[in-house]
C-alpha cells in the first residue's frame, strides 16, 4: 500500500482541490436557478388550483336532511334491541327550491359513529374480501363464528354493522302524482376496489361460493342475496357493501349511496318543486347518540371535499411563494458577497 502510494503522487489533492471547487460552485449557482424556478412555477400551478378549487366548491349545491328526529317513532322503535324484524318506513318531504343542475349524488350521513376504532377498523378478513380464502376468519374478531362454530362471511365488526336504511327519492310531478326518481347503484366506488380489492370467490354458482359460512348476525340476508338482479353488484362486488367497507376516518362522515340516473324528467339535474324521501328505517343510531343524514349534493370532478382540498392549495402556493423569494434573497445576498469578495 505504501509503495503504491509513493507511486502516484499525482494523485494528491492539492492540484484537483481548485477544481473540485470551481465545479460544484458552478452546480450550485446553475441548480439554485432551477430550484427557483421549480419552487415558483409550482407555487404558481397550486394557487391557481386552489383557486378554481375554491370556485368550482362554491358552485356545488347541497341539501342535507336531518331524519333521526323526524322518523322519531322509527328510532325508538329500533332503540329496542327486540323490534329488529319489524318493519319501520318514514317519509319526509322537502321542497327543493332551486334546480339541482348535472349530476346529483345521494349520500348517507352519519353522526357521532366511530368507524375509527382501532379494534373495528382491524376487524375484517381482506383474504376473504378478494375471494381468496372464504374461510380465513382469523383478524375477524369478534365476528369470526356463528354460535354452531361456522365461519361468517363477510367476518369481522365493519361488514356485521354494515348501514342498511334503503332510501327513496320521489318527486311530486303534479299536486297527487308522485314518481319514484330513478337512481343508479353502480359505479360508487374506485375501481381499485372493484378490480382488486374485493372479489368474489371463484365458482360458477355465486351462493354455491358461500357454502360453508354463515351470514354475519345482524344481517337479514346473505351477501349473496344484496343484489340478485345484478351479478357484478352482488357478493362483495355490491357498492354499497365496498363504500361502508371504507372506513372512515372521523365520527362524521358521509359516504354515496345513490347516483341520480339522468332520464326524462331528470335530464339536467334534479328540478325544483316537492320531495319525499321514503327511508326504510332499520339503522339504529340512538343507542349510541349518533344521528343520521341524507345529503344531495352535486359534486364536482373535484370531489365533495373541494373547499378544503382549495384551501390546502392556496396555501401551499403561498407558502412556496414564499419560499422562494426568500431563496431568492438568500441567493443574491451570496452572490453579492461572492462579487465583493473577487473584486
Ligand atoms: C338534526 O335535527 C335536530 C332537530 O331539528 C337538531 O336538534 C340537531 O342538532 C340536528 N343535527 C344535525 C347534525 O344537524
Ligand atoms: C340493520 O342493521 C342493524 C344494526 O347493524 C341490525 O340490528 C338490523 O337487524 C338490520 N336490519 C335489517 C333489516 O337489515
Ligand atoms: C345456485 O345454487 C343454488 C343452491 O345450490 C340453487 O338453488 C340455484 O338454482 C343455483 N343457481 C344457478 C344459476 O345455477
Ligand atoms: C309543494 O307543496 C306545497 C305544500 O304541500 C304546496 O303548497 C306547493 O304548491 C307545492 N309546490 C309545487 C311546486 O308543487
Ligand atoms: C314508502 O315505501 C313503502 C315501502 O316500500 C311503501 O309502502 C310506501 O307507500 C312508500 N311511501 C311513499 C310516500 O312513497
Same mark, same amino acid.
Request: proline share 5%; net charge positive.
Given at each position: 500500500?505504501?509503495?503504491?502510494f509513493?507511486?502516484h503522487p499525482s494523485r494528491m489533492p492539492d492540484n484537483s482541490a481548485m477544481k473540485q471547487q470551481k465545479l460544484p460552485a458552478h452546480q450550485l449557482h446553475f441548480s439554485a436557478r432551477v430550484v427557483l424556478t421549480i419552487f415558483f412555477a409550482t407555487g404558481v400551478f397550486c394557487f391557481c388550483m386552489g383557486v378554481i378549487l375554491i370556485l368550482?366548491?362554491?358552485?356545488?349545491?347541497?341539501?342535507?336532511?336531518?331524519?333521526?328526529?323526524? +322518523?322519531?317513532? +322509527? /328510532?325508538?322503535?329500533?332503540?329496542?334491541?327486540?323490534?329488529?324484524?319489524?318493519? +319501520?318506513?318514514? %317519509?319526509?318531504?322537502?321542497?327543493?327550491?332551486?334546480?339541482?343542475?348535472?349530476?346529483?349524488?345521494?349520500?348517507?350521513?352519519?353522526?357521532?359513529?366511530?368507524?375509527?376504532?382501532?379494534?373495528? &377498523?382491524?376487524?375484517?378478513?381482506? =383474504?376473504?374480501?378478494?375471494?381468496?380464502?372464504?374461510?380465513?376468519?382469523?383478524?375477524?374478531?369478534?365476528? #369470526?363464528?356463528?354460535?354452531? #362454530?361456522? @365461519?361468517?362471511?363477510?367476518?369481522?365488526?365493519?361488514?356485521? %354493522?354494515?348501514? =342498511?336504511?334503503?332510501?327513496?327519492?320521489?318527486?311530486?310531478?303534479?299536486?297527487?302524482?308522485?314518481?319514484?326518481?330513478?337512481?343508479?347503484?353502480?359505479?360508487? *366506488?374506485?375501481? *381499485?376496489?372493484?378490480?382488486?380489492?374485493?372479489?368474489?370467490?371463484?365458482?360458477?354458482?355465486?351462493?354455491?361460493?358461500?357454502?360453508?359460512?354463515?351470514? @354475519?348476525?345482524?344481517?337479514?340476508? @346473505?351477501?349473496?342475496?344484496?343484489?340478485?338482479?345484478? @351479478?357484478? =353488484?352482488?357478493?362483495?362486488?355490491?357498492?354499497?357493501?365496498?363504500?361502508?367497507?371504507? *372506513?372512515? /376516518?372521523?365520527?362524521?362522515? #358521509?359516504?354515496?349511496?345513490?347516483?341520480?340516473?339522468? &332520464?326524462?324528467?331528470?335530464?339536467?339535474?334534479?328540478?325544483?318543486?316537492?320531495?319525499?324521501?321514503?327511508?326504510?328505517? =332499520?339503522?339504529? &343510531?340512538?343507542?349510541?347518540?349518533?344521528?343520521?343524514?341524507?345529503?344531495?349534493?352535486?359534486?364536482?370532478?373535484?370531489?365533495?371535499?373541494?373547499?378544503f382540498l382549495g384551501l390546502a392549495y392556496t396555501v401551499t402556493g403561498a407558502f412556496l411563494w414564499l419560499a422562494s423569494f426568500a431563496l431568492m434573497a438568500i441567493h443574491m445576498t451570496m452572490k453579492k458577497k461572492k462579487l465583493s469578495y473577487r473584486r
Amino acid at each position: 500500500m505504501e509503495k503504491e502510494f509513493h507511486h502516484h503522487p499525482s494523485r494528491m489533492p492539492d492540484n484537483s482541490a481548485m477544481k473540485q471547487q470551481k465545479l460544484p460552485a458552478h452546480q450550485l449557482h446553475f441548480s439554485a436557478r432551477v430550484v427557483l424556478t421549480i419552487f415558483f412555477a409550482t407555487g404558481v400551478f397550486c394557487f391557481c388550483m386552489g383557486v378554481i378549487l375554491i370556485l368550482s366548491a362554491q358552485s356545488i349545491q347541497e341539501i342535507e336532511i336531518n331524519y333521526t328526529y323526524i +322518523c322519531e317513532n +322509527c /328510532a325508538k322503535l329500533r332503540e329496542n334491541a327486540f323490534n329488529f324484524d319489524q318493519k +319501520c318506513t318514514c %317519509s319526509v318531504p322537502f321542497y327543493l327550491q332551486e334546480n339541482m343542475e348535472g349530476d346529483v349524488y345521494m349520500y348517507y350521513k352519519l353522526y357521532g359513529f366511530y368507524q375509527n376504532h382501532y379494534r373495528y &377498523v382491524l376487524s375484517r378478513s381482506n =383474504n376473504q374480501l378478494v375471494g381468496k380464502d372464504i374461510m380465513d376468519v382469523e383478524d375477524c374478531a369478534p365476528f #369470526k363464528v356463528s354460535q354452531n #362454530k361456522t @365461519p361468517i362471511a363477510p367476518c369481522g365488526a365493519i361488514a356485521n %354493522s354494515m348501514f =342498511n336504511d334503503t332510501i327513496i327519492l320521489s318527486y311530486t310531478l303534479k299536486s297527487s302524482v308522485h314518481i319514484q326518481v330513478p337512481m343508479l347503484k353502480t359505479e360508487l *366506488t374506485w375501481w *381499485t376496489d372493484k378490480y382488486v380489492k374485493f372479489q368474489n370467490p371463484s365458482l360458477i354458482n355465486l351462493s354455491d361460493r358461500f357454502v360453508g359460512t354463515e351470514k @354475519p348476525p345482524y344481517w337479514q340476508a @346473505p351477501i349473496y342475496e344484496l343484489d340478485t338482479s345484478d @351479478p357484478g =353488484n352482488n357478493g362483495f362486488l355490491n357498492d354499497d357493501f365496498i363504500v361502508w367497507m371504507r *372506513t372512515a /376516518a372521523f365520527p362524521t362522515f #358521509k359516504k354515496l349511496y345513490r347516483r341520480l340516473y339522468r &332520464v326524462q324528467y331528470f335530464m339536467d339535474g334534479l328540478p325544483a318543486g316537492n320531495y319525499s324521501f321514503n327511508i326504510s328505517y =332499520n339503522f339504529p &343510531v340512538t343507542r349510541i347518540k349518533g344521528e343520521k343524514s341524507v345529503v344531495l349534493s352535486t359534486l364536482t370532478w373535484s370531489g365533495g371535499s373541494s373547499l378544503f382540498l382549495g384551501l390546502a392549495y392556496t396555501v401551499t402556493g403561498a407558502f412556496l411563494w414564499l419560499a422562494s423569494f426568500a431563496l431568492m434573497a438568500i441567493h443574491m445576498t451570496m452572490k453579492k458577497k461572492k462579487l465583493s469578495y473577487r473584486r
